[in-house]
């Protein structure tokens, strides 16, 4: 080792004492720029040394290095490894601050390199703090760079993977930060052996990246997790708070395999431990705080969760301020709260506010922006103001592209909101480009038999049907029929939907036969999976019943109608629009044999129904009207029919239609339309 002669121990002394002040004013609140400040002239103090040889800035997972001076050498303080408390979330994803301790220099020891390996260190954790994690990772290398060309430096080297690894963590890097983590768990265990706090350290922070992976591994993050928890309970007991970080990502694992009571005995656990000994104010209790409250979320207890997001919206907003991405997240959680409860003006405040907050913390190309306007264009949607809704959609979009990978399924999600928009508006070339689009990236993300791709692929299949080409759409269908078999057995509700859609475009091309033989194996399913008093075992009879009496097989038309009936008025209740259409149909089919009084009987049951439900200058009013009209028109009841007839034209007249809308002695049946949601116009 170079000698230091007295001069260069001054400069080194000074060095020194500049460190140190800019760790005080760290650990004291003071401005990270103050201490930045304070950082580099602690680093020009020692550029003027020239004992020791020089060394340069090997990268460590990256290209990128600045210019820091490199002239070295002295004793700092071993670094402490760095323990990341990774509170693991599912999007929304709380991500709080989580970096090593500033490192202080022992006067009583200088070693050139340690001294200026421990300034570059605390350089990266100023970068970390300002959120620059570019520059953060060009100083942790240059300091790993410092530390490699003195001895006995294994300590220090382990501190500065961890700092690397998890700047790769927060940018979503994921490989890159498991082969820094994992070169540091052979470090730490060559260094330390298998039983040591750093080990453990290195094990939880392993197991939250095969959390977060893009394919999640919950198992072999539960694994690491519990080799760490062993570790740290043997050498701190069970009050520890990092006993507490390690309990809480445990319960993080039991959430996202919908283990939810097992889940909040740990978060319970994870935040009594916190509360106790680092207070109720601290981040990492407000990090707990938030999980337990997304568990109750999931599994509805919307008090229990809103409770628990406003404790957490406290400490956060004290502790981090209120232009911070978490009080941009927890604001958005609860908004949706007031969003499920159908408060809509509260949830809009809130949702503006974490968008407002949101792009003040994190620009406005960041995932989190593309997932609160998302969340904005749902609850636009549901209001029925589609202008907004596929406005702040388009939005989102536009940030995804930005900031998400090509074939990420979040773009998937916002393609297929806007294909359902331009749908509604029967733009159906827009939203056949959409789902297009989106099609496209399931293929291949997930390959040609995905289940996700049958989705996407039914949809094209329904516009296609809604378009009129039936020949495209049963090819669509077919192929989601295949998709779906593969996937499952015919035993599936997935499949028996199909085959109801099948169905519908065979009846629209005349194949009766076929079209028939393909709704009763969807009963078939139906009634095995559902029972027999389901709203989707009623849409398959309804269907039935109208093949029959597109055949002229009105007895069994007869007997499928009034089954149909029976099944909506247990599932529905009895004045559903769905039972309006059955007893018209019934009573059309009582009109064609004859029945005029029996048919009569089911019209205006059905009226009065309309009526209830639509008011009575209803256009659909006025078609059961002309019904009744006609009725009364076969039976030679002039008064009646008179006053069905004027009444109907009213309605007609009124809402601007022409007087030909009024069919007179003629059954203008309804077409084939009460289907499957997934086949519903």
């Given amino acids: 080792m170079p000698s230091v002669t007295d001069e260069a121990s001054i400069k080194l002394s000074e060095s020194v004492r500049w460190n140190n002040t800019a760790v005080r004013a760290m650990e004291s609140g003071g401005s990270v720029d103050e201490s930045m400040s304070c950082l580099h002239n602690a680093l020009a103090a020692s550029a003027d040394i020239e004992a020791a040889a020089p060394f340069s800035c090997s990268p460590l997972g990256t290209t990128t290095s600045v210019a820091f001076p490199q002239q070295l050498n002295s004793s700092a303080a071993d670094p402490k490894s760095c323990t990341p408390d990774f509170d693991m979330k599912e999007c929304p994803a709380i991500s709080l601050p989580s970096v090593s301790p500033s490192l202080y220099i022992d006067m009583s020891s200088l070693d050139y390199h340690r001294v200026v390996a421990t300034i570059l260190y605390n350089i990266g954790q100023v970068y970390i703090r300002r959120n620059e994690d570019k520059e953060a990772l060009s100083a942790f290398q240059c300091a790993l760079s410092a530390i490699e060309t003195t001895d006995g430096g294994g300590a220090s080297i382990i501190g500065i993977y961890h700092n690397v690894g998890h700047i790769h963590y927060r940018a979503g890097r994921y490989e890159e930060a498991l082969d820094v983590y994992s070169e540091a768990l052979r470090l730490t265990r060559a260094a330390f052996g298998f039983y040591h706090l750093d080990v453990a350290s290195t094990l939880n922070c392993i197991g939250v990246l095969y959390f977060h992976k893009p394919n999640s591994q ?138 407002r907050s949101g792009k003040a913390s994190l620009g406005t190309e960041h995932p989190e922006i593309a997932s609160t306007l998302n969340k904005i264009g749902n609850l636009y949607y549901e209001l029925g103001d589609f202008d907004s809704a596929l406005q702040a959609y388009k939005e989102g979009l536009e940030v995804e592209r930005a900031v998400l990978d090509s074939n990420h399924p979040n ?76 996937a499952s057995d015919d035993d599936d509700l997935d499949v028996a939907s199909t085959l109801n859609s099948i169905g519908l475009l065979l009846f629209k091309q005349g194949l009766h036969k076929l079209a028939l033989a393909s709704f009763m194996e969807s009963l078939r399913i139906r009634h095995k999976l559902l029972g027999h008093e389901h709203r989707d075992v009623a849409i398959v009879l309804y269907n039935i019943a109208t093949i029959h009496l597109e055949t002229g097989n009105e007895g069994e038309a007869m007997k499928f109608y009034e089954e149909t009936l029976e099944v909506e008025r247990a599932a529905l209740g009895p004045t559903h629009e769905d039972v309006v259409l059955t007893l018209q149909h019934i009573g059309q089919v009582h009109q064609q044999r004859g029945d005029l009084n029996q048919a009569l009987e089911y019209f205006l049951e059905a009226l009065a129904i309309e009526r209830e439900l639509m008011g009575s200058n209803s256009i659909r009013v006025a078609r059961t009207l002309n019904h009744i009209g006609n009725v009364y028109l076969q039976r030679g009841d002039v008064e009646n029919l008179m006053a069905s007839y004027s009444e109907a034209l009213r309605i007609y007249r009124d809402a601007g239609r022409n007087d030909s809308d009024l069919v007179i002695a003629g059954y203008n049946f309804y077409c084939l339309s009460k289907l499957h949601p997934e086949c519903a116009a």
């Fill in 411 to 486: 773009i998937v999600v916002t393609l297929t909101n806007i294909a359902q928009i331009y749908k509604n508006r029967q733009d159906y070339q827009a939203a056949l480009g959409m789902y297009y689009e989106a099609l496209g990236i399931q293929r291949r993300s997930l390959g040609n038999s995905h289940t996700n791709v049958a989705t996407t692929l039914s949809s094209i299949g329904l516009i296609t049907y809604q378009m009129g080409n039936f020949s495209r759409s049963f090819e669509v269908y077919q192929e989601v029929l295949r998709i779906r078999r593969d």
């Fill in 218 to 355: 919950c198992d072999k993050a539960m694994d690491l997790y519990m080799q760490s928890l062993d570790i740290r309970r043997a050498i701190l007991g069970s009050e520890h708070k990092d006993v507490a970080t390690t309990l809480n990502n445990i319960g993080r694992v039991h959430y996202m395999k919908g283990q939810y009571d097992a889940a909040m005995s740990m978060y319970c656990e994870s935040l009594r431990i916190r509360r106790s000994v680092l207070g109720p104010d601290a981040l990492d209790v407000a990090a707990t705080t938030y999980n337990a409250g997304q568990t109750h979320h999931q599994i509805g207890e919307l008090d229990h969760a809103m409770r628990l997001y406003k404790e957490f919206l406290r400490i956060a907003s004290t502790q981090l301020g209120k232009e911070h991405r978490d009080v941009a997240i927890i604001t958005k959680c609860i908004a949706q709260i007031y969003h499920e409860r159908d408060e809509y003006d509260k949830a809009t405040e809130l949702y503006r506010e974490a968008l």
